[in-house]
């Protein structure tokens, strides 16, 4: 892990592309809004952290490396995860009002809502190409005053 104090706060952890990397991704994150002062983004920090890690691990080379780079900036709360596979998707846009309408809609139906999830909690999300070859960062900012 590192932090930086320059114009903004940035942490980094990596973790290998397991399926537990999703358990320790959210306690990392979670200290990290602690000491940070940032309870408040909490619920929507750590759903988009599960969302995002866990699809981080199944797109990964099994015990490949999956990184997380969690910044505060002055216009929100940047989380970026790094995966295994270079292909950036677009997003299918779902319309998600509330976290209760996706866990009221037909199981058929559920998989693949976790970049609406992630999308309902942020303001922003889209993919960045790394430097990494055969790596993309999947990146999501969070309103520090509005968080849902």
Request: glycine share 6%.
């Amino acid at each position: 892990m590192t932090e930086t104090n320059t114009t903004y706060l940035a942490v980094n952890c990596e973790l290998r592309a397991i399926r537990a990397s999703v358990v320790l991704a959210r306690s990392f994150v979670a200290a990290t809004l602690h000491s940070w002062g940032l309870e408040r983004c909490r619920e929507a920090a750590l759903a988009i952290t599960s969302e995002l890690m866990t699809n981080a691990v199944e797109v990964s080379a099994p015990g490949g490396i999956v990184r997380i780079h969690m910044s505060r900036r002055p216009n929100g709360l940047w989380l970026k995860i790094l995966d295994g596979a270079a292909e950036r998707q677009p997003f299918r846009r779902r319309t998600v009002t509330s976290v209760e309408a996706v866990d009221a809609a037909e199981s058929e139906s559920f998989g693949g809502w976790g970049l609406q999830l992630t999308e309902y909690y942020a303001e922003r999300v889209w993919t960045e190409r790394a430097a990494e070859r055969g790596c993309k960062w999947v990146c999501a900012v969070i309103d520090l005053e509005g968080s849902r």
